[in-house]
């Protein structure tokens, strides 16, 4: 069965770093559409970047465009996100999700495949 496990989330200072970790199991990922999305309280949960793992492409919310970065290890099935120059307004529950092709634009209907996110807080 399909598995995704975040890891990597904490407290952080506004202008910090962090990077999260997704564990991914139980599907095919060398052809697969991976993303991190997030959802802060009272607020829907919005797309923040995808990569689609067989070619490597990769798209940024404008929000995070410049600051956060999407990558993975193949080798391992590992998808992270370099979150650099972290701002307040970034906390929120950040989750790991997976579908078959990549959706445009990056929204969360379109992934088939959720972890059970793991919390970011920048305190300013």
């Known amino acids: 069965q399909v598995q995704l496990v975040e890891s990597g989330g904490g407290s952080v200072q506004a202008g910090g770093s962090l990077r999260l970790s997704c564990a991914a199991s139980?599907?095919?990922?060398?052809?697969?559409?991976m993303g991190w999305f997030r959802q802060a309280p009272g607020k829907e949960r919005e797309g923040v970047a995808r990569i689609y793992t067989s070619s490597g492409n990769t798209y940024y919310a404008d929000s995070v465009k410049g600051r956060f970065t999407i990558s993975q290890d193949k080798a391992k099935n590992m998808v992270y996100l370099q979150m650099n120059s972290l701002k307040a307004e970034d906390t929120a529950m950040y989750y790991c999700?997976?579908?078959?092709?990549?959706?445009?634009?990056?929204?969360?209907?379109?992934?088939?495949?959720w972890g059970q996110g793991t919390q970011v807080t920048v305190s300013s």
């Open positions: 999700a997976a579908t078959p092709f990549c959706p445009s634009p990056l929204r969360p209907g379109s992934f088939r495949y």
């Open positions: 139980g599907f095919t990922y060398s052809s697969y559409c």
